[in-house]
T-cell receptor, first 115, second 118 residues
Framework: AQSVAQPEDQVNVAEGNPLTVKCTYS??????LFWYVQYPNRGLQVLLK??????LVKGSYGFEAEFNKSQTSFHLKKPSALVSDSALYFC?????????????FGRGTSLIVHP | NAGVTQTPKFRVLKTGQSMTLLCAQD?????MYWYRQDPGMGLRLIHY????????KGEVPDGYNVSRLKKKQNFLLGLESAAPSQTSVYFC????????????????FGSGTRLTVV
């Protein structure tokens, strides 16, 4: 079975400071990993994804995430937060080697960037 | 390229009424999904489809039915007898069978349907 944990319901950060939103996962085989962002009253948009290759993945709006296989983590980071980054962030995982193509989503982390 | 389109965007139902939510995608994706989003619960999978004419239950299927029409790109979610517990935001998503690093998309979501059952 696959699972995703986002240990923080909410992350608060001041504008201009670096931000980190945490995600850990569990799969039987190799993972496909995703970060999605949801702005108020909108659908989910993909920020970045890890399929294979470089462990450091760069995505939209200056976000990046590092795939760490030994720690089974895929934390989302940004060097300098903007107020406009305030949104709900979801981490998702799918086992690349299993028969299921269904992703599992975390519960979401609300990011609040203060001016 | 519209991606995933959901209709309607908003709906208010009375308890016991029925309705159908429509999802359409124009990316020729094999897989389609219906999720519901509730505060503090994240996204929960209701039903999904791995191809035309095939559907399967997800995590919270009770009270819902789905159909994948002959047109490969449509996926319908039906509420047979609406209950207040089904008040939620419903999202449809689609994905290709295989994922590759160079793809511009993985799982693509619609903009959601906000359903209130009174």
């Amino acid at each position: 079975a696959q699972s995703v944990a986002q240990p923080e319901d909410q992350v608060n950060v001041a504008e201009g400071n670096p931000l980190t939103v945490k995600c850990t996962y569990s799969v039987s085989g190799n993972p496909y990993l995703f970060w999605y962002v949801q702005y108020p009253n909108r659908g989910l948009q993909v920020l970045l994804k890890y399929i294979t290759g470089d462990n450091l993945v760069k995505g939209s709006y200056g976000f990046e995430a590092e795939f760490n296989k030994s720690q089974t983590s895929f934390h989302l980071k940004k060097p300098s937060a903007l107020v406009s980054d305030s949104a709900l962030y979801f981490c998702a995982v799918r086992d690349s080697s299993g028969g299921s193509y269904i992703p599992t989503f975390g519960r979401g982390t609300s990011l609040i960037v203060h001016p | 390229n519209a991606g995933v389109t959901q209709t309607p965007k908003f709906r208010v139902l009375k308890t016991g009424q029925s309705m159908t939510l429509l999802c359409a995608q124009d990316m020729n994706h094999e897989y389609m999904y219906w999720y519901r989003q509730d505060p503090g619960m994240g996204l929960r999978l209701i039903h999904y489809s791995v191809g035309e004419g095939t559907t399967a239950k997800g995590e919270v299927p009770d009270g819902y039915n789905v159909s994948r029409l002959k047109k490969k790109q449509n996926f319908l979610l039906g509420l047979e007898s609406a209950a207040p517990s089904q008040t939620s935001v419903y999202f449809c998503a689609s994905s290709p069978m295989n994922l590759y690093p160079g793809q511009n998309y993985g799982y693509t979501f619609g903009s959601g349907t906000r359903l209130t059952v009174v």
